[in-house]
T-cell receptor, first 113, second 115 residues
Framework: GNSVTQMEGPVTLSEEAFLTINCTYT??????LFWYVQYPGEGLQLLLK?????DKGSNKGFEATYRKETTSFHLEKGSVQVSDSAVYFC????????????FGQGTRLTINP | DSGVTQTPKHLITATGQRVTLRCSPR?????VYWYQQSLDQGLQFLIHYYNGEERAKGNILERFSAQQFPDLHSELNLSSLELGDSALYFCASSVAPRGAQETQYFGPGTRLLVL
């Protein structure tokens, strides 16, 4: 079936460190890919998205590239801040015309000053 | 603020009871989605409504039902509640199910605790 696998957390980094959160997917067809972020006590916010192969989504210093050959959509940021501490979810949609989001298990990120 | 509102924010109830969660989508959005977030199952899609009609069902229990009203707000009804129904329930909205790239905007969620 269609699924998303994220790297296991939690992830703890120091401020200004480089961040990578791995995400791979299994899907029939060509899904759209998303990263959502959940700050403590809040709902999910769209961070970035990519709708076709080789597209790069970017927002707030975060980037992810849709790699069809490796079925991956890894999230990266060059220099993290304490305010980036949150739970990050990779997700896909658009399989067989369905708009529902299929989420990975989430990765909790903590940035220490 | 996504523009999606959900009430109540917190709900504590007992096993066997019935509750109703309410969602108001962003102005102009016709699609409403419900998701459940629990520690053991993660984030799971429950159901999708578009302009009052059910469009897709996910892992929604028969004890759960939903509807979307003419003013486009939606309600998720959970009955015969069990301890395992304790979770965070999110509503999301989007403009229309025109394509997979439609962004879904999430509400703050309703935290349900069944004792």
């Amino acid at each position: 079936g269609n699924s998303v696998t994220q790297m296991e957390g939690p992830v703890t980094l120091s401020e200004e460190a480089f961040l990578t959160i791995n995400c791979t997917y299994t899907a029939t067809g060509y899904p759209s890919l998303f990263w959502y972020v959940q700050y403590p006590g809040e709902g999910l916010q769209l961070l970035l998205k990519a709708t076709k192969a080789d597209d790069k989504g970017s927002n707030k210093g975060f980037e992810a590239t849709y790699r069809k050959e490796t079925t991956s959509f890894h999230l990266e940021k060059g220099s993290v801040q304490v305010s980036d501490s949150a739970v990050y979810f990779c997700a896909l949609s658009g399989i067989q015309g369905a708009q529902k989001l299929v989420f990975g298990q989430g990765t909790r990120l903590t940035i220490n000053p | 603020d996504s523009g999606v509102t959900q009430t109540p924010k917190h709900l504590i109830t007992a096993t066997g009871q019935r509750v109703t969660l309410r969602c108001s989508p962003r102005s102009g959005d016709l699609s409403v989605y419900w998701y459940q977030q629990s520690l053991d199952q993660g984030l799971q899609f429950l159901i999708h409504y578009y302009n009052g009609e059910e469009r897709a069902k996910g892992n929604i229990l028969e004890r759960f039902s939903a509807q979307q009203f003419p003013d486009l707000h939606s309600e998720l009804n959970l009955s015969s509640l069990e301890l395992g129904d304790s979770a965070l329930y999110f509503c999301a909205s989007s403009v229309a199910p025109r394509g997979a790239q439609e962004t879904q905007y999430f509400g703050p969620g309703t935290r349900l605790l069944v004792l």
